[in-house]
């Protein structure tokens, strides 16, 4: 219980803004393994803290308006970690055709005009449709996304290659992780019961992530945390947008 707990403690503080103080935390390949379950647990936090705030503010605002300012704090609960992964990619992406190094690149403190206005434009993009779906009330559809987008890298990255001392690899060598495999699928028993065709959603976050990963693999040879938060967003603007349509 007390390894479950610094596992959510450390998903919570680096996935979030929410900082957890704990005393002499230790991190090791167990605490990366067991925080591969609660990361559609964050995204479930996410999504119900976005809900809530709208909802909160249609109290005292027009209900369009709530859902605009609900939609863009939602980058900011989770401190636009994904977001900035965006702009090192594009940018790298666009270094790479000069033969530059797109690892190098993406490290850089400094981003490209490029970068910027391609994550502007995803940003705005990504606003607009949770705007649209919690000015429509389709809650469902934001956590389902929110909690499949992270859900699927449990299944999807063990299909790709990382340095031996990243975070993912570490969290798959741990023993035990079948374990948290099957223990995932309870959020997935609980997305059914918010909708009955969420496993096409699990379906389409799983193929999304794996086309995402794959492109970006073939084109810098590498994976890297910059790469699968890029991924995540990508994935979930895509069945934002699907969601609304089905």
Same mark, same amino acid.
């Given at each position: 219980?007390?390894?479950?707990?610094?596992?959510?403690?450390?998903?919570?503080?680096?996935?979030?803004?929410?900082?957890?103080?704990?005393?002499?935390?230790?991190?090791?390949?167990?605490? &990366?393994?067991?925080?591969?379950? @609660?990361?559609?647990?964050? $995204?479930?936090?996410?999504?119900?803290?976005?809900?809530?705030?709208?909802?909160?503010?249609?109290?005292?605002?027009?209900?369009?308006?709530?859902?605009? !300012?609900?939609?863009?704090?939602?980058?900011?609960?989770?401190? &636009?970690?994904?977001?900035?992964?965006?702009?090192?990619?594009?940018?790298?992406?666009?270094?790479?055709?000069?033969?530059?190094?797109?690892?190098?690149?993406?490290?850089?403190?400094?981003?490209?005009?490029? $970068?910027?206005?391609?994550? &502007?434009?995803? !940003?705005?993009?990504?606003?607009?449709?949770?705007?649209?779906?919690?000015?429509?009330?389709?809650?469902?559809?934001?956590?389902?996304?929110?909690?499949?987008?992270?859900?699927?890298?449990?299944?999807?990255?063990?299909?790709?290659?990382?340095?031996?001392?990243?975070?993912?690899?570490?969290?798959?060598?741990?023993?035990?992780?079948?374990?948290?495999? !099957?223990?995932?699928?309870?959020?997935?028993?609980?997305?059914?019961?918010?909708?009955?065709?969420?496993? !096409?959603?699990?379906?389409?976050?799983?193929?999304?992530?794996?086309?995402?990963?794959?492109?970006?693999?073939?084109? @810098?040879?590498?994976?890297? $945390?910059?790469?699968?938060?890029?991924?995540?967003?990508?994935?979930?603007?895509?069945?934002?947008?699907?969601?609304?349509?089905?």
């Amino acid at each position: 219980m007390r390894q479950l707990f610094k596992s959510f403690a450390f998903s919570l503080s680096y996935f979030t803004v929410f900082p957890i103080f704990i005393k002499d935390m230790i991190i090791d390949k167990n605490t &990366f393994r067991d925080s591969l379950f @609660f990361l559609p647990l964050i $995204g479930l936090f996410i999504s119900l803290i976005t809900i809530l705030i709208s909802m909160f503010l249609s109290d005292f605002f027009h209900p369009l308006y709530a859902s605009l !300012v609900s939609a863009i704090l939602s980058f900011c609960l989770y401190g &636009f970690l994904h977001t900035e992964a965006i702009t090192d990619v594009v940018d790298a992406w666009f270094a790479s055709y000069s033969s530059k190094d797109a690892y190098k690149i993406m490290k850089e403190s400094t981003i490209g005009a490029i $970068g910027a206005l391609a994550t &502007f434009c995803f !940003v705005l993009l990504k606003v607009a449709i949770i705007t649209y779906l919690l000015y429509e009330k389709k809650y469902e559809i934001i956590i389902i996304t929110f909690m499949f987008s992270r859900l699927s890298l449990t299944y999807i990255l063990p299909l790709f290659e990382f340095k031996k001392d990243s975070f993912m690899n570490q969290a798959f060598l741990a023993k035990g992780i079948n374990t948290v495999r !099957v223990a995932i699928l309870l959020f997935v028993v609980f997305a059914l019961f918010l909708k009955s065709n969420a496993l !096409v959603f699990l379906f389409l976050a799983l193929v999304f992530l794996y086309i995402n990963l794959k492109i970006l693999y073939k084109r @810098f040879g590498f994976l890297n $945390g910059d790469c699968l938060g890029c991924s995540i967003e990508i994935t979930e603007l895509l069945l934002l947008n699907i969601g609304f349509i089905l």
